[in-house]
């Protein structure tokens, strides 16, 4: 499975991005697809998942300025992201859980895109 994730940048406080992430090669289905990120120096933490059903989770950090979507059909998750500070700068990470067409199950992640939140 490969991940491609696309929408990075440079934005100023108060602003907003885009993150898209599409997900291909031998999926049978995707459970989960999410966003974690991971600033310098920390660990890499959640930022929001949503199961295949639509079912959401959000890190505290960014409840109600951020929200996440996908298209089951196209393997697409994507993450509005609102509003955002300075310590949401980080190198986010695209995610999926599910099953390969062999039925094994899978975890994958993508390559990462920075965010960068600065004046």
């Known amino acids: 499975v490969q991940l491609q994730a696309s929408g990075g940048g440079l934005v100023q406080p108060g602003g907003s991005l885009r993150l898209s992430c599409v997900a291909s090669?031998?999926?049978?289905?995707?459970?989960?697809m999410g966003w974690y990120r991971q600033a310098p120096g920390k660990q890499r933490e959640l930022v929001a998942t949503i199961t295949s059903s639509g079912t959401t989770t959000f890190a505290d950090s960014v409840k109600g300025r951020f929200t996440i979507s996908r298209d089951n059909a196209k393997n697409v998750v994507d993450l509005q992201m609102n509003s955002l500070k300075p310590e949401d700068t980080a190198v986010y990470y695209c995610n999926a859980l599910g099953l390969l067409t062999s039925l094994k199950s899978f975890e994958s992640w993508g390559q990462g895109t920075q965010v960068t939140v600065s004046s």
């Open positions: 090669r031998n999926i049978f289905s995707i459970d989960v």
